[in-house]
């Protein structure tokens, strides 16, 4: 089968990917962006708190980045990667004599010097009736993100995950009117105090539904058929890597909540391999994820010079009986 070879290989093409392509493809490298069109803000109308496109829905930031990398001569695929393997090659210009195969689904393979994974993540959710359908438009998770939107209003917050209350103390920032839902969560004594102090109602009972009206939500269900009245509720996800195994299966190193291991760079402990974004960091928001990818691209092309330098130099080096 016909391989293609590239400097670099980005896996994921929202801010992270899209950023470190933008760096690479300017300094001149062969670049090709796989991704899967499924970045996690999807769900949501607008994006906020990046500077200068605060409020620019998701898709159009993705739209405009692609334009921008294409200007540079960079390649997107729109697919995703399945696997990727070490190659160990004859020629050292990889790190340490390495290169990686990169598999797409439908077997499309192609080789890459260096590897960037920037897939993000996904978000667990409770189970309640309502919630996926509102997932991003006022079941929210992030009050940086949506907190301002719905400032003063009735909001409620929803008990899930250990983080929930201390959700609830944070989300009380935008709004005089919050109350936590204990639902599947067992608050501590210390934990009802914190909530109390800081004018927090508690509701206990199992949450069975989010009540919506002409689109809206304007409340929540309770088991014992009560609605409490709110227009927003936030909940504090699970976030985990996708179960792709892409970068186990390089060997990386995992941390002991299954996010894997980078340096400031975001390079992993699998030579020629570096990780950014929510991928190597959940919480990471649109413009900090940007940030890093650019932070990688950087320290990719320095490792690829690196790399280039030393290859020069064995090439001169005269030879030694
Ligand atoms: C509902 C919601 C709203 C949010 N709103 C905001 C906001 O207003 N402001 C803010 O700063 N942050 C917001 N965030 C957080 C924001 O989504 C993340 O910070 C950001 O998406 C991280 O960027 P990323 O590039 O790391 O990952 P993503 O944007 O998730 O991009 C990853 C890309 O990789 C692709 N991919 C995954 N696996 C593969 C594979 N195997 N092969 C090829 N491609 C693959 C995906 O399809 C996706 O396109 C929000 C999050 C959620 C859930």
């Not at 189970?127 to 940086?144: A, I, M, N, Q, T």
């Not at 088991?223 to 504090?236: K, N």
């Not at 996010?259 to 960091?281: E, H, I, L, Q």
Request: aromatic residues 4%; negative net charge.
């Amino acid at each position: 089968m016909e391989t293609t070879k590239y400097d670099v290989v980005i896996v994921g093409g929202g801010a992270a990917g899209l950023s470190a392509a933008l760096v690479l493809g300017r300094a001149r490298r062969r670049v090709l962006v796989v991704d899967a069109g499924a970045p996690r803000n999807a769900p949501a109308a607008h994006m906020q708190g990046f500077l200068s496109r605060d409020g620019m829905p998701p898709r159009e930031l993705l739209a405009v980045g692609r334009a921008e990398v294409a200007r540079y001569g960079v390649e997107i695929l729109d697919g995703t990667v399945v696997c990727i393997e070490v190659l160990v090659v004859d020629d050292p210009e990889g790190a340490g004599g390495i290169e990686h195969r990169v598999v797409l689904s439908g077997g499309v393979e192609l080789t890459a010097r260096r590897v960037l994974v920037t897939t993000g993540v996904s978000d667990e959710i409770p189970e309640v009736s309502g919630v996926r359908e509102r997932w991003g438009r006022d079941l929210l998770h992030c009050p940086y993100c949506h907190g301002w939107e719905v400032r003063d209003e009735p909001l409620g917050v929803l008990g899930s995950i250990p983080g929930s209350v201390q959700h609830a103390l944070l989300v009380r920032q935008w709004s005089a009117d919050v109350v936590f839902f204990a639902h599947a969560y067992d608050t501590t004594a210390a934990e009802r105090e914190q909530l109390e102090a800081r004018g927090i109602r508690i509701v206990t009972g199992e949450v069975t539904r989010l009540v919506v009206e002409s689109d809206r939500l304007t409340g929540v269900e309770l088991a014992d058929g009560r609605v409490v009245e709110r227009t927003a509720v936030f909940v504090r996800p699970g976030i985990h890597p996708h179960p792709d195994g892409l970068l186990a299966g390089l060997g990386c190193e995992m941390d002991q909540t299954g996010f894997v291991k980078v340096d400031a760079t975001g390079r992993t402990t699998s030579p020629g391999v570096w990780a950014a974004g929510n991928v190597a960091d959940p919480r990471a928001q649109v413009i900090t994820a940007a940030g890093a990818g650019s932070a990688a691209a950087i320290a990719i092309n320095a490792d690829l010079v690196q790399a280039e330098v030393d290859r020069a130099l064995r090439s001169s080096a005269p030879d030694v009986a």
